[in-house]
Nanobody, 127 residues
Framework: QVRLVESGGGLVQAKGSLRLSCAVS????????VAWFRQASGKEREFVAA????????YYADSVKGRFTISREHVKNTVSLQMNSLKPEDTAVYYC????????????????????WGQGTQVTVSS
């Protein structure tokens, strides 16, 4: 079983920054690709960013490319999402998701590919 706990959400003004963290706990030796998704009120959940187990492969949605950075620290078992130049349209509940992988270089962008989810953290960007 894998447990994901997000933190770091909050209220920020437009053009500001926030850093989300996802603490990942699972069985020893497990390998997990991790992604961030978000869901705005009244909208479907959408992909934001993904990172491979090795951390060497990352992928971003076009809407956040150049503004958000996903990274991971194996020592701390955390995956972070640094969000800069925030816009009101970034307002959403942000979810961390993980899936077991065999290869250290793969990642996924579809929510159906992830079997483990955190509880979500609210990010609100005021104009």
């Amino acid at each position: 079983q894998v447990r994901l706990v997000e933190s770091g959400g909050g209220l920020v003004q437009a053009k500001g920054s926030l850093r989300l963290s996802c603490a990942v706990s699972g069985r020893p030796g497990g390998r997990y690709a991790v992604a961030w998704f978000r869901q705005a009120s009244g909208k479907e959940r959408e992909f934001v960013a993904a990172i491979s187990w090795s951390g060497g492969s990352t992928y971003y949605a076009d809407s956040v490319k150049g503004r958000f950075t996903i990274s991971r620290e194996h020592v701390k078992n955390t995956v972070s999402l640094q969000m800069n130049s925030l816009k009101p349209e970034d307002t959403a509940v942000y979810y961390c998701a993980a899936t077991t992988v065999l290869s250290g270089s793969v990642y996924f962008t579809r929510s159906d590919d992830y079997g483990y989810w955190g509880q979500g953290t609210q990010v609100t960007v005021s104009s």
